[in-house]
């Protein structure tokens, strides 16, 4: 069985920064492309930053410039450094990973972390 493992949530001011990471453990598989996304309440769970295996990335335009994503291929790890957090950032974000299990590609995801940033 794989699991996605988010950390490093919490309360921060407007203008902090977080960091979060996730960890995908389990017995034999490959990981593709990893991202992480977020849902605001009331709001649909939209795309922040994904990276490929490749290392390549794509960020939301909302978080350009203000985010950085990053992966250590051989911890199967995918992290997520925030910075000049705005309030408009608060959300539940999950890490989201391509994994191949026994021959077949799907999606996993992480239980969610939840990033609340203050006036």
């Known amino acids: 069985q794989v699991q996605l493992v988010e950390s490093g949530g919490g309360l921060v001011q407007s203008g902090g920064s977080l960091r979060l990471s996730c960890a995908a453990s389990?017995?034999?598989?490959?990981?593709?492309?990893m991202g992480w996304y977020r849902q605001a309440p009331g709001k649909q769970r939209e795309l922040v930053a994904v990276?490929?295996?490749?290392?390549?990335?794509n960020y939301a335009d909302s978080v350009k410039g203000r985010f950085t994503i990053s992966r250590d291929n051989a911890k199967n790890t995918v992290a997520l450094r925030m910075n000049n957090l705005k309030p408009e950032d608060t959300a539940v974000y999950y890490c989201?990973?391509?994994?191949?299990?026994?021959?077949?590609?799907?999606?996993?995801w992480g239980q969610g972390t939840q990033v609340t940033v203050s006036a």
């Open positions: 990276i490929s295996s490749d290392s390549s990335t």
């Open positions: 389990g017995n034999s598989f490959n990981v593709y492309a």
């Open positions: 989201k990973a391509e994994l191949k299990i026994v021959g077949l590609r799907a999606n996993y």
